[in-house]
């Protein structure tokens, strides 16, 4: 199973909004509606920001939303903060009891 | 709190097995399925392995299949990964997570474990 493509780099001003996109197949981001995201921070384990494509944990701040169309996932971060400077990981259910996480997208606040 | 804390990395040989354990408290081990994710170096995270929460199914991703196995002892809210023929591509921290793989969501990571592989 293939990693799902992700941008190496994104950024934005603070206060501004940045959009992350995570492309995949029918047989992964496509077909099924489980697509979460998790942030990570330098020598920090991923958090996770998004489940089941647009769902928030408990806690994680509603400036964070997820969305999909077809194979293409989207994770956009609204009124970027310092503290969202991180790496951006997505990833997808792909059946038979597997997922697979994407390369990576570093997001920079300027 | 929840908490995982993993631990047993180590450097090891090629072809060399290693003993990863992950210890969970905060919450109800028992009733929540868990799952081992590696992530290598200036890369993204790869799932590795899950097991249900009776410890009675187990999965596998195809690179590791044949040569790890999860388990788990909830009498002692532990997690476990044996690792053997290991090879150079296993190098990685190695982080245990709480959730289910079929969600494709995983809530909670422990701080992460170093496997380095090399002669």
């Known amino acids: 199973q293939s990693a799902l493509t992700q941008p190496p780099s994104a950024s934005g001003s603070p206060g501004q909004s940045v959009t992350i996109s995570c492309t995949g197949a029918?047989?992964?981001?496509?077909?099924?509606?489980?697509v979460s995201w998790y942030q990570q921070h330098p020598g920090k384990a991923p958090k996770l920001m998004i489940y089941e494509v647009s769902k928030r944990p408990s806690g994680v701040p509603d400036r964070f939303s997820g969305s999909k169309s077809g194979n293409t996932a989207s994770l956009t971060v609204s009124g970027l903060q310092a503290e969202d400077e991180a790496d951006y990981y997505c990833?997808?259910?792909?059946?038979?009891?597997?997922?697979?996480f994407g390369g990576g997208t570093k997001v920079t606040v300027l | 709190e929840v908490q995982l804390l993993e631990s047993g990395g180590a450097l090891v040989q090629p072809g060399g097995s290693l003993r990863l354990s992950c210890a969970a408290s905060?919450?109800?081990?028992?009733?929540?399925?868990m799952s081992w994710v590696r992530q290598a170096p200036g890369k993204g995270p790869e799932w590795v392995s899950a097991i249900n929460a009776g410890g009675t199914g187990a999965y596998y991703a195809d690179s590791v299949k044949g040569r790890f196995t999860i388990s788990r002892d909830n009498s002692k809210n532990t997690l476990y990964l044996q690792m053997s023929s290991l090879r150079a591509e296993d190098a990685a921290v190695y982080y245990c997570a709480k959730g289910w793989v079929t969600r494709n969501y995983f809530d909670c990571w422990g701080q992460g474990t170093l496997v380095t592989v090399a002669s």
């Open positions: 029918s047989s992964d981001v496509g077909g099924y509606n489980l």
């Open positions: 905060g919450f109800i081990f028992s009733s929540n399925a």
């Open positions: 990833s997808s259910y792909v059946g038979s009891n597997s997922v697979v």
